[in-house]
C-alpha cells in the first residue's frame, strides 16, 4: 500500500514538473521531513529504489564533521578540544550528550554546522540540475527550521500516530 502511494506521489511530482515553473529551474525539488521514528527513511529507502534522486542532509552533516573539513573545524572553534576523541576526530557520543543537556551548545553547534551542510545542499542541488533531473527529494529533518523549505517547491512531512513510531 506504501509503495502505491509513493509511486503515485512521484508520479505526481514528475507531471507537476512539467507543468509548474519550480524555483529551481524545470527541476522539482520537493523537501522531505519528519519527526523521529516516523517513517522518514522507509520512505526516503522506498524514493531511491524507484529511480528518485534522494539528497540526504543526515549524511551530509555526518560528513560535515570529518576530521579537517570545513565543518569540523567550526564545530572545534564553536565547542572546544573536549568534543574530540583520542585520534582528534568528534566523538559523536560526547557531541550528542553535550548538545542534548545544553542549549546554548547544540545553538553554537547549529551556527557552526549549518553553512558547511547548506554549501554541499547547495552544490548537491546544482548537480542534479546540470544532469537534468526533473526530481529531487531533499531529506532533511530540520527543513523547516533552517529556511531550507524556501529552497523547494513542495514539502512533504511525513507523521505517524504515537503507537506506530519504532
Known amino acids: 500500500m506504501m509503495t ?9 511530482f514528475a507531471t507537476a514538473s512539467a507543468d509548474k515553473k519550480t524555483k529551481c529551474g524545470s527541476m522539482l525539488v520537493v523537501g522531505l521531513t519528519g519527526g523521529i521514528a516516523t517513517g522518514k527513511s522507509t520512505v526516503t529507502r522506498q524514493l531511491i529504489s524507484l529511480g528518485v534522486p534522494v539528497i540526504d542532509c543526515d549524511r551530509i552533516a555526518h560528513d560535515t564533521a570529518c576530521k579537517g573539513s570545513w565543518g569540523y573545524r567550526r564545530i572545534v572553534a564553536a565547542l572546544g578540544r573536549d568534543i574530540l576523541d583520542g585520534r582528534g576526530e568528534v566523538d559523536r557520543a560526547r557531541l550528542g550528550q553535550l548538545v542534548f543537556a545544553d542549549a546554548a551548545a547544540r545553538r553554537r553547534l547549529n ?39 524556501k529552497l523547494t517547491s513542495s514539502n512533504v512531512v511525513v507523521a505517524c500516530s504515537p503507537e506506530l513510531q519504532e
Open 111 to 149: 551556527m557552526a554546522t549549518h553553512a558547511p551542510v547548506a554549501w554541499q545542499l547547495l552544490r548537491q542541488l546544482v548537480g542534479h540540475w546540470l544532469r537534468f533531473r526533473r526530481l529531487v527529494v531533499v531529506d532533511m529533518p530540520l527543513l523547516f527550521e533552517t529556511g531550507t523549505h
Open 4 to 12: 502505491t502511494g509513493i509511486r503515485t506521489a512521484t508520479a505526481l
